[in-house]
């Protein structure tokens, strides 16, 4: 198959401003979740026709405006996951996904706008993006090839084009047959990189809020260790530091653990998450009001960092800081 079976549109186009994530309208990873479960289903147990209607042949649309990167950026991480596990079945049936991401602010730097790049993972997923360094982070060394589309002539809009996002999906496609600039080696570790958002950040980085007020911090094998060190010894008071707001916490080994009401932290897969454990009987306006989002005084996603205080003094910074010693001695 030449075209996606699943299509995904993130884009800042699609509907109005909203920066709080507990705000938002659609929990965009729940839906996507829940479609790559329906997908599986459909891989292991159905027949072609079954697979051939997945999607509609339309695209799901997420709106991202307000949170341009971090949305997109956590998408891309799920989707490239769940292809990755299921990769054979997809090679096996033919199939792929895509995943379209649409922000393209003005900037000087650029005469129409930033270029749109054509990407392929490893497992197959296809992606065509604009700034590829920041959306693409998380799966960076999935990524097989990278393509620059050009902006001037391109016979899918004119040179000084103000809507490509309308045309530029079609980049999904296999064998689309629309010019591309290919990059090798030093260019496309150059573009995969060159970071443009969210530099400088002190801690573990957030890299998502769910639509709870769960925060998602990016993850780190020392620090989980002494997490989880922390969760099962006797003492499991920590202090969380986001930005310039302290607030006391307990180390945990999953959100089951841990007293009703407080505020956790514990290693989950590859990250490290921030959640408020609810109290039985609790609304879902008082849970939100008094998550761990609202209780950091709503962090900006992949330009705040999160700070673990040990028992015993040590800061997750510490953990970080002697091993990156380490490597360079």
């Not at 790559?36 to 509609?56: K, N, P, T, W, Y």
């Not at 296809?126 to 998380?138: E, H, N, S, W, Y």
């Not at 980049?171 to 969210?198: C, F, M, N, S, W």
Request: negative net charge.
């Amino acid at each position: 198959m030449k075209r996606p079976t699943l299509n995904y549109f993130v884009s800042e186009t699609y509907g109005g401003n909203s920066p709080d994530p507990t705000r938002a309208t659609v929990d965009a990873d729940v839906h996507l979740e829940t479609d790559l479960s329906v997908m599986e289903e459909a891989l292991r147990h159905g027949d072609s026709q079954e697979i051939s209607l997945l999607g509609g042949g339309f695209p799901t649309k997420i709106n991202s405006r307000g949170r341009e990167i971090a949305l997109p950026h956590h998408l891309a991480g799920l989707m490239e996951s769940w292809h990755d596990e299921y990769s054979e079945e997809l090679k096996r049936h033919g199939i792929f996904n895509g995943l379209f991401i649409n922000y393209a602010p003005r900037d000087k730097r650029f005469d129409n706008g930033p270029p749109f790049y054509e990407v392929e993972t490893d497992s197959g997923l296809r992606i065509v993006t604009t700034f590829p360094a920041d959306m693409l982070a998380g799966i960076r060394d999935h990524i097989r090839t990278i393509a620059e589309i050009p902006n001037k002539n391109n016979p899918l809009y004119g040179d000084q084009a103000q809507f490509r996002s309308r045309d530029a999906h079609r980049y999904l496609r296999k064998e689309h047959g629309y010019p591309v600039h290919e990059l090798k080696d030093e260019q496309a570790q150059d573009v995969l990189t060159k970071r443009y958002y969210g530099n400088g950040v002190d801690g573990l980085r957030i890299k998502f809020v769910d639509i709870y007020g769960n925060i998602i911090g990016e993850g780190d094998d020392a620090v989980a260790e002494k997490l989880a060190e922390t969760a099962r010894s006797e003492n499991k008071s920590v202090q969380l530091s986001i930005n310039e707001h302290t607030t006391d916490a307990e180390a945990a080994l999953s959100l089951n653990q841990g007293s009703d009401g407080a505020v956790l932290v514990y290693p989950n897969g590859r990250n490290i998450d921030v959640a408020r454990k609810w109290r039985e009987g609790e609304d879902s306006t008082f849970t939100t009001d008094n998550s761990a989002y609202r209780r950091f005084e709503k962090p900006i996603e992949l330009e705040s960092g999160i700070v673990i205080t040990f028992p015993d003094g040590t800061s997750s910074e510490d953990i970080r800081c002697k091993l990156k010693v380490a490597a360079v001695i």
